[in-house]
T-cell receptor
């Protein structure tokens, strides 16, 4: 069973601060996806990283896939209250045959 | 394009009853996956359907079942409900399924009393 561990589980910071959340596994994934979920809604896909060492930027969000394709990080610069939500990482198995394995998520609260 | 829709959004059932949840994927998407989300376990994969066939299955008891119709719409059924089945049930559609990018519906909040 492939497990994805996310840290921290909970994070509450002030508006304007920077933060990083992590997604780690002992297994290799063919790709890794990051989602954001707001209360009462389904997760929304933010980004997919495929290549080891890949870095993708989405405005103030920077996503990195580890060289060995076992871990990933999400860095938010100058966090805003609108960034509040549950951030989930999900790994895809080799060939996509096993579906997605989700981490339990990081609950992020940005206080104004 | 319209997004993934799920019905109903909220449901309250009694232990021992059964329930059917419905999901309409994004037009053109042939894969539908179902997940159970709880505060303790997070998002757990139930099963995936592609072209009316179950392609992958998670580690859930046989009380959880599903099917997919020729128009890609999918239903999920849970029989003999238990208190622990209370959760948010999410449906996600994808062009090809498997580990490809998935688009989630808003979920059905099931409460079992």
């Amino acid at each position: 069973t492939q497990l994805l561990e996310q840290s921290p589980q909970f994070l509450s910071i002030q508006e304007g601060e920077n933060l990083t959340v992590y997604c780690n596994s002992s297994s290799v994934f063919s790709s890794l996806q990051w989602y954001r979920q707001e209360p009462g809604e389904g997760p929304v896909l933010l980004v997919t990283v495929v290549t080891g060492g890949e870095v993708k930027k989405l405005k103030r969000l920077t996503f990195q896939f580890g060289d060995a394709r076992k871990d990933s990080s999400l860095h938010i610069t100058a966090a805003q209250p609108g960034d509040t939500g549950l951030y989930l990482c999900a790994g895809a198995g080799g060939g996509g045959a096993d579906g997605l394995t989700f981490g339990k998520g990081t609950h992020l609260i940005i206080q104004p | 394009k319209a997004g993934v829709t799920q019905t109903p959004r909220y449901l309250i059932k009694t232990r021992g009853q059964q329930v059917t949840l419905s999901c309409s994927p994004i037009s053109g998407h042939r894969s539908v996956s179902w997940y159970q989300q709880t505060p303790g376990q997070g998002l757990q994969f139930l099963f995936e359907y592609f072209s009316e066939t179950q392609r992958n299955k998670g580690n859930f008891p046989g009380r959880f079942s599903g099917r997919q119709f020729s128009n890609s719409r999918s239903e999920m059924n849970v029989s003999t409900l238990e208190l622990g089945d209370s959760a948010l049930y999410l449906c996600a559609s994808s062009v090809s399924g498997g580990g490809y990018e998935q688009y989630f519906g808003p979920g059905t909040r099931l409460t079992v009393t």
